[in-house]
């Protein structure tokens, strides 16, 4: 599945931004998806992720309350809301999909999974957030 993460931007501190992952090649709907973000000079983290059918969501806790994953399937696309962004937000980010029957039967989402980026099998180029202060 081929992924294209869009909507980042400069913001201000306590602004909002929504990004966007549109997907293609595959079917969407078999795939978890998450968000990871990478800022200069640190290691890649996990920020969000969703399972296939959007009843499932997982937030990093520097994130919750703030940050919302959604998705819609008919759309091929996944979303992430980012409100009262910080400085810290800033960073590069990244969309990522997991094929929920890649082990050839339906594998359920788990908190450990959707934080473990070694699981994803497709990562989208990154979209750069810059939070000013």
């Known amino acids: 599945v081929q992924l294209q993460a869009s909507g980042g931007g400069l913001v201000q501190s306590g602004g909002s931004l929504r990004l966007s992952c549109s997907a293609s090649?595959?079917?969407?709907?078999?795939?978890?998806m998450g968000w990871f973000r990478q800022a200069p000079g640190k290691e890649r983290e996990f920020v969000a992720a969703?399972?296939?059918?959007?009843?499932?969501?997982y937030y990093a806790d520097s994130v919750k309350g703030r940050f919302t994953i959604s998705r819609d399937n008919a759309k091929n696309t996944v979303y992430l809301q980012m409100i009262n962004l910080k400085p810290e937000d800033t960073a590069l980010y990244y969309c990522?999909?997991?094929?929920?029957?890649?082990?050839?039967?339906?594998?359920?989402?788990?908190?450990?999974?959707?934080?473990?980026?070694?699981?994803?099998?497709?990562w989208g180029r990154g979209t750069l957030v810059t939070v000013s202060s």
């Open positions: 090649g595959r079917t969407f709907s078999n795939y978890d």
């Open positions: 990522a999909a997991d094929n929920a029957y890649g082990g050839g039967s339906y594998r359920a989402i788990s908190p450990t999974r959707a934080r473990d980026p070694d699981v994803y099998d497709y």
């Open positions: 969703i399972n296939r059918s959007g009843s499932s969501t």
